[in-house]
């Protein structure tokens, strides 16, 4: 290989190096992202219920079922119900149903759109109310609302969602790529790297008294 048929290869393979590195950026990014549509998180109960007995960011999926039930007292001391929160369909009738425990209790919405009455510890007391509009219902119970006993009802496919949690900070070693891909461009750098030298060095000291043509 004379000196101008080394320079084209050499050029060649630097250059399908640098589109390799280049391309596995992009691909492992896009891989690697990703984003929900809307109403595809947790429903947001407007913070309410973040404190309350029981609850863990995310509603009892009850939709579909024409009544549900909730006990009215739950939880290890009585002080909840149970479920906390539920996500249903416009008309379910959603049934609270006394536990017995905990005390004297009662179902008291925030906006007054139903109220059970004055609070009872009486075993096996029921309340209903049908649930014929959309959006989010929160409720507590009076004596014991300061304690957390609070609830929410969702109804409808088109509730509040909270919004994404925000990014993550990206980890400097990866730069917003996966580690594997990095890989790929580490090895593509050094080859070009390591081609420019060894060009560098035929340009500076001729080719080989082997090679064709001699040495220059």
């Not at 190096?17 to 998180?41: K, L, Y």
């Not at 009486?122 to 009076?142: I, K, L, P, R, S």
């Not at 980890?171 to 090895?187: C, K, L, N, R, T």
Request: glycine share 18%.
């Amino acid at each position: 290989m004379n000196r101008r048929e080394f320079l084209r290869t050499a050029g060649g393979a630097a250059g399908a190096a640098a589109a390799t590195s280049a391309a596995s950026g992009p691909v492992a990014a896009q891989e690697g992202s990703g984003g929900g549509g809307g109403g595809s998180g947790p429903i947001d109960f407007g913070g309410y219920l973040d404190d309350a007995n029981g609850y863990s960011d995310s509603a009892d999926d009850q939709t579909g079922n024409a009544e549900v039930t909730i006990q009215v007292g739950a939880g290890s001391d009585g002080m909840a119900f149970g479920p906390a929160a539920v996500h249903v369909d416009p008309g379910t009738t959603v049934i609270w149903e006394w536990t017995g425990e905990g005390g004297a209790h009662n179902v008291v919405s925030n906006d007054e759109a139903f109220n059970s009455g004055s609070p009872t510890a009486d075993a096996g007391t029921t309340f209903e109310h049908t649930f014929e509009e959309e959006g989010v219902f929160n409720y507590h119970c009076v004596p014991h609302e300061g304690s957390g006993m609070k609830g929410g009802v969702a109804v409808g496919a088109n509730v509040p969602r909270k919004s994404p949690a925000a990014a993550q900070a990206v980890d400097p070693h990866e730069m917003g790529v996966a580690i594997q891909p990095h890989y790929v461009g580490f090895g593509a750098v050094l080859m070009m790297f390591m081609t420019l030298v060894f060009t560098f060095y035929q340009l500076k000291y001729g080719e080989s008294a082997h090679t064709k043509g001699g040495q220059n």
